[in-house]
């Protein structure tokens, strides 16, 4: 049974540094296509950033020099580092793990970004 289980929310300053964790068990993190997602009240699920088992990486533009998405192998744990923060990144964030046809999330933590 997958699960994945995140870390890392909490209440932070514009300007600031968040860093996200989902530490996995039952699939092991590098076979895995890797996304955080956000979800901020009113509004459509968007993709953050992806990580692919060949270690290629992909932002949206609205996170692009900003975020970075990375893993831990021995650790079989996926990180999103969040700088620069800014107000209109508030939102709960989500992992998914993609792999053989399967999907599986984690359970959301909730980024808050105010002065």
């Known amino acids: 049974q997958v699960q994945l289980v995140e870390s890392g929310g909490g209440l932070e300053q514009p300007g600031g540094s968040l860093r996200l964790s989902c530490a996995a068990s039952g699939t092991i993190v590098s076979d895995n296509t890797i996304n955080w997602y956000r979800q901020a009240p009113g509004k459509q699920r968007e993709g953050v950033a992806t990580l692919t088992p060949y270690g290629t990486t992909i932002y949206a533009d609205s996170v692009e020099g900003r975020f970075t998405i990375s893993r831990d192998n021995a650790k079989n744990t996926v990180y999103l580092q969040m700088n620069s923060l800014k107000l209109e990144d508030t939102a709960v964030y989500y992992c998914?793990?993609?792999?053989?046809?399967?999907?599986?999330w984690g359970q959301g933590t909730q980024v808050t970004v105010s002065s």
């Open positions: 998914r793990f993609a792999v053989l046809g399967y999907e599986y």
